[in-house]
């Protein structure tokens, strides 16, 4: 099974600061299969990321991934009140899906 | 539009089943797998395993094998999930959703279902 480790557990930064998550894998993710989710209190997670670097329908480009191996990074080039909430990582390139613990970002 | 709409809370006692459904509307249902996904309170998300409604083939992650069950009623465009053998561990909302397939592959979620709490204690 591939951990993923995220980097750091929580974020604590201001509105229109830049967000910096990291992700890290046990052992090379397979084609680059790894997406990011935004995770709000009480909500569902939504996708942002795909493919390690593509953005999801209808999300902002102030979200962006990149990364590949097993080094994976999603940047908020500027914070947004709405984009306060827990962000996790995901790998699909084994049949053996996981998940990282997820980075909160909270406001300072 | 794309929906998943899934059944109401469960509280279960130790030892007993859970059934969970998530029924699909806005999409055509056999195009895409359909994951289980659950969340315990403070907790990382935690993939269950997945169905492919056009032919029936199933994932289950190792961490639930035999205990999980993933099946699908086509007419009905719903996929169910059945947890057996429940201990408080096993308290924590279910999600279900929806995965992109292709080329062999199995992606990302785009679509999530709300979720169902599933609540286990004596």
């Known amino acids: 099974e591939i951990v993923l480790t995220q980097s750091p557990g929580t974020l604590s930064l201001s509105p229109g600061e830049r967000a910096t998550l990291s992700c890290r894998a046990s052992?090379?993710?397979?084609?680059?299969?790894l997406a990011w989710y935004q995770q709000k209190p009480g909500q569902v997670p939504r996708l942002l990321i795909y493919?390690?670097?593509s953005r999801a329908t209808g999300i902002p480009d102030r979200f962006s991934g990149s990364g590949s191996g097993t080094d994976f990074t999603l940047t908020i080039s500027r914070l947004e009140p709405e984009d306060f909430a827990v962000y996790y990582c995901?790998?699909?390139?084994?049949?053996?899906?996981?998940f990282g613990q997820g980075t909160k970002v909270e406001i300072k | 539009q794309v929906q998943l709409v899934q059944s109401g809370a469960e509280v279960k006692k130790p030892g007993a089943s859970v059934k969970v459904s998530c029924r699909a509307s806005?999409?055509?249902?056999?195009?895409?797998?359909v994951h289980w996904v659950r969340q315990a309170p403070g907790q990382r998300l935690e993939w269950m395993g997945w169905?492919?409604?056009?032919?029936?083939?199933?994932k289950y992650s190792q961490m639930f094998q035999g205990r999980v069950s993933i099946s699908r009623d086509t007419i009905a465009s719903t996929a169910y999930m059945d947890l057996s053998s429940l201990t408080s561990e096993d308290t924590a909302v279910y999600f279900c959703?929806?995965?992109?397939?292709?080329?062999?592959?199995?992606?990302?979620?785009?679509?999530w279902g709300k979720g169902t709490t599933v609540t286990v204690s004596s």
């Open positions: 806005g999409y055509t249902f056999a195009n895409y797998v």
């Open positions: 493919g390690a670097s």
């Open positions: 995901q790998q699909y390139g084994s049949s053996q899906w996981t």
């Open positions: 959703g929806r995965g992109p397939y292709g080329y062999g592959n199995v992606y990302y979620l785009d679509v």
């Open positions: 052992q090379s993710v397979s084609s680059n299969f």
């Open positions: 169905i492919n409604p056009a032919n029936g083939n199933t």
